[in-house]
């Protein structure tokens, strides 16, 4: 690995190939001394996801559930108490200017596969013109991480939010076809003033999660945290030019599993503004609640992250893999078809309820946070009958959302903007906040009701959809796509059944739950008339083994529309391999990314297969996640 060096305070920092010239406008001097100052934070970063990785392991030995934390104790490392954190004693953020009116917030990257400067701008282009009060650029787990896309997608945004004469010159472009998109599907135009329409959209950012490396940079010879690395990238490169323009600097903070790690995300950020010479709490956050152990802890959370916080966002498919991680030990807890694990289903229910009440909780000057809702990943793509029937499912998920008491939506398509935002447009009120709830509880029954299942149908069908999304998912992260328009293989052509945009949790969930029907015995609850299983029959390898072989020949024999025909012999049979290894291992391993994020840009199926034994035996025997970009280790000695 051929590397650049910057020493500042005795930090040494390794870039990988010749990177540091190739992208010397984001590893600018002014970015690189400041990741060499934050580099110091970087042992406590592996400390914690050390803990992390050995409190589950300890939750599954002792088959012990996450529960409450004793009122009378400290949030490690902040020195504010549980109880006060509770009851609200504590100085949280006042809602700024531009983030008051939040109703859709797209999502998104801002770079694409192996692609030219131009073509990633017009991704920012669609988001700042799509009419979304907010868009949150992804850094994770919308963004491939294959070659250089991670500094992509730092370039894009630092055209667009300077305003570079090429960004402007795509930014026309990409206004005419969208007006053209909205004169066929609306009859109208939605871009008036494109120059204008520039300046509405507020710009947040989504770092990478504590449990990541970031894969170009080394520290002292040790791998470099993702979420340093990308916050310093972000906001060393372009606080300026947002401050300027009268904008607030937003980050989009996800993985966090309790109130130390949001501490320690306080400290990030206070000592980087301290290093800019800019106030505490200038950098804003919202908070994705995707974790059970999180939602435990809500209120903590806020008080660890002080004049940081503004609001939590309530997701899906994140939050269901947690749950099902959480309680893999449990043979009781067993999920039934994803498609029935909606926001209003059992456990789900009761997480987005802790929610609401928890950003509608004052802090000591009164202040409340705001409730961003979840994930509408319908796109108006496919038969006018299939369109007119998914986007009146969207609009009625928006309108439960906002009777139940939340200032917004995302959307994972610019085209969803103009159909969602209405929702909100017509009741009219900015936000929700401080909207009356009865006040968070921290009883037996409160922890029995973020694990609640409720009756529901397991099947066959459910399974194919299961692993056929799955499968395809693993491909696409192969390809560079960690968002991708994706459905089960058998709705192939079936134009009444429209894709939807994933991102990584979609792989993680799936996985996740046919693990659980496998190891606990999954009794299906309906006959299947395909296989010949009956109602009563138990889910087994075999079963398992058998729709495997099936879906993967639907992708194989699919056409290039839907699975890239190059994939076919490359990433593909790779992402069968890393599924195969998942679902089956008696020992669930942590998170499905590890294993594909080790076989980026590897198409060698010999390899794959080695790297995930790999994977599978350092943490069974060790009880060390690889998060480290294999491509780039150092050889022996060095």
Not at 534 to 547: E, M, N, T
Request: charged fraction near 25%; hydrophobic fraction near 40%; include cysteine.
């Amino acid at each position: 690995m051929s590397t650049t060096a910057t020493t500042n305070g005795g930090q040494k920092l390794q870039i990988r190939d010749n990177l540091a010239e190739e992208y010397a406008d984001i590893y600018t001097a002014e970015t690189l001394d400041a990741l060499s100052f934050m580099a110091q934070f970087n042992a406590e970063q592996k400390r914690l996801m050390t803990e992390r990785t050995q409190r589950r392991a300890a939750r599954i030995r002792e088959r012990r559930h996450i529960d409450f934390l004793a009122p009378d104790s400290e949030i490690k490392g902040t020195g504010i108490r549980v109880q006060d954190a509770r009851d609200g004693k504590f100085v949280g953020a006042v809602i700024p200017h531009d983030l008051q009116r939040q109703w859709i917030q797209g999502t998104g990257p801002a770079a694409r596969p192996n692609s030219p400067v131009k073509a990633n701008l017009r991704n920012v282009s669609y988001a700042l013109l799509s009419g979304a009060d907010g868009w949150m650029f992804d850094g994770e787990d919308a963004l491939g991480q294959v070659t250089t896309m991670s500094l992509d997608n730092q370039r894009s945004l630092k055209l667009a939010i300077a305003r570079d004469p090429l960004f402007l010159e795509v930014a026309e472009l990409v206004s005419g076809e969208m007006n053209a998109w909205a004169r066929d599907f609306f009859g109208r135009e939605i871009v008036a003033d494109w120059r204008k329409q520039l300046d509405f959209t507020t710009k947040i950012f989504r770092a990478r999660g504590l449990h990541l490396d970031d894969r170009h940079i080394r520290v002292a010879g040790q791998s470099f945290s993702a979420s340093i690395v990308d916050m310093v990238l972000y906001v060393v490169n372009n606080h300026k030019a947002l401050i300027d323009a009268g904008s607030s600097v937003v980050l989009y903070l996800p993985k966090i599993q309790t109130a130390e790690e949001a501490g320690f995300w306080n400290r990030l950020m206070s000592a980087l503004e301290g290093y800019l010479d800019l106030a505490v709490g200038t950098i804003k956050v919202y908070v994705l609640v995707e974790q059970l152990e999180q939602t435990f802890q809500l209120m903590e959370i806020r008080a660890a992250l002080g004049q940081h916080f503004v609001g939590f966002n309530t997701g899906r498919w994140d939050y269901i893999n947690s749950v099902s991680d959480a309680t893999s030990w449990d043979t009781g807890f067993v999920n039934p078809n994803i498609e029935s694990i909606v926001m209003t289903y059992g456990y789900m229910r009761n997480y987005e309820d802790r929610v609401r009440r928890a950003v509608n909780t004052p802090d000591a000057n009164g202040n409340y946070a705001l409730w961003q809702g979840g994930m509408e990943p319908n796109i108006p793509v496919g038969s006018k009958e299939g369109v007119a029937s998914s986007m009146e499912k969207a609009r009625a998920g928006a309108v439960r959302e906002q009777q139940e008491g939340a200032s917004g939506k995302w959307i994972a398509h610019w085209k969803m903007a103009h159909i969602i935002r209405p929702v909100w447009e017509e009741v009219g009120d900015a936000n929700q906040l401080g909207r009356k709830f009865e006040p968070l509880g921290y009883t037996a029954e409160d922890a029995a009701g973020l694990i609640l299942l409720e009756p529901a149908p397991r099947t066959i069908r459910g399974a194919r959809n299961l692993l056929s999304v799955a499968l395809q998912y693993g491909n696409a992260f192969g390809q560079g796509l960690q968002a991708a328009a994706l459905k089960p293989a058998d709705f192939f052509g079936n134009d009444d059944i429209l894709y939807l945009m994933e991102d990584m949790a979609t792989g993680e969930i799936r996985l996740s739950i046919l693990w659980e029907w496998i190891h606990k015995g999954a009794a299906l609850t309906e006959d299947d008339g395909e296989t010949g299983l009956k109602a009563g029959d138990i889910f087994s390898v075999d079963i398992f083994a058998r729709l495997l072989n099936e879906e993967y020949d639907k992708l194989l024999a699919a056409g290039n529309r839907d699975v890239y025909d190059d994939s076919k012999t490359t990433t593909l049979p790779i992402s069968r391999a890393i599924v195969e290894a998942y679902v089956i291992d008696p020992v669930k391993a942590p998170w499905f990314i590890y294993l594909l994020n080790i076989n980026l840009n590897n198409a060698d199926l010999g390899v794959a297969k080695q790297r995930i034994v790999q994977y599978l035996t350092t943490y069974k025997n060790e009880g060390i996640r690889i998060t480290e970009n294999l491509d780039t280790l150092p050889a022996a000695g060095c």
